[in-house]
């Protein structure tokens, strides 16, 4: 199986703030990668697929990256909508699974 | 607009049984590869089951393997999970998930709100 690693687990940050999440696998998934914002009590929601495509509709201030094992979420000019919890998340290969999680917060 | 609406949770006893459904509209359901996640109170996503569009292909996570059945019925645009010999370690909420995709994974682009299981005496 693979597993995903994410980090930090949260962090606390300020509207206007660049926040960068990290999210590793632990082999080569070959881009497989889609990134998930949820907010408390809400359904997921699809930001980037393919580690790097943004969803229609979503603000152009989020942008994901990465290649092999290694990806990353960047959320620019952090806005107050955007505390929630990140999940990056592999559909390389069954079984599918996501990383831990990464809470921001004020 | 594309909706994925669940139904059929509750509280039911260790051992019992329990069947999920998924009603969708607004796209092709037989296009689509559809997903069971499920998220356990305060903890993080977890998924359990994948059907393809036609129903052909399935695959479980190992911790529902054997217990939990999952199928569709496309001239119903209806997505089910059949749970059996439920645990307390089954309780979260269950969401439906649409697939970008129709004969493998690749992200799921639309959910439900979820429903409730909670497995307990």
């Known amino acids: 199986d693979i597993q995903m690693t994410q980090s930090p687990s949260s962090v606390s940050a300020s509207v206007g703030d660049r926040v960068v999440i990290t999210c590793r696998a632990s082999q080569v998934i070959s881009t497989w990668v889609a990134w998930y914002q949820q907010k408390p009590g809400k359904a997921p929601k699809v930001l980037i697929y393919?580690?790097?495509n943004l969803l229609s509709g979503v603000p152009s201030r989020f942008s994901g990256s990465g290649s092999g094992t290694d990806y990353t979420l960047t959320i620019s000019n952090l806005q107050p909508e955007d505390f929630a919890t990140y999940y990056c998340?592999?559909?390389?290969?069954?079984?599918?699974?996501f990383g831990p999680g990464t809470k921001v917060d004020f | 607009e594309v909706q994925v609406v669940e139904s059929g949770g509750g509280l039911v006893q260790p051992g019992g049984s329990l069947r999920l459904s998924c009603a969708a509209s607004?796209?092709?359901?037989?296009?689509?590869?559809m997903s069971w996640v499920r998220q356990a109170p305060g903890k993080g996503l977890e998924w359990v089951s994948f059907i393809s569009g036609s129903g052909g292909t399935t695959n479980y996570a190992d911790s529902v393997k054997v217990r939990f059945t999952i199928s569709r019925d496309n001239s119903k645009n209806t997505l089910y999970l059949q749970m059996n010999s439920l645990r307390a370690e089954d309780t979260a909420v269950y969401y439906c998930a649409k697939d970008g995709c129709e004969t493998s994974s690749c992200y799921w682009n639309s959910w439900g709100q979820g429903t409730l299981v909670t497995v307990s005496s």
């Open positions: 998340q592999q559909a390389n290969s069954f079984p599918l699974t």
């Open positions: 393919g580690a790097s």
């Open positions: 607004g796209f092709i359901f037989s296009s689509y590869a």
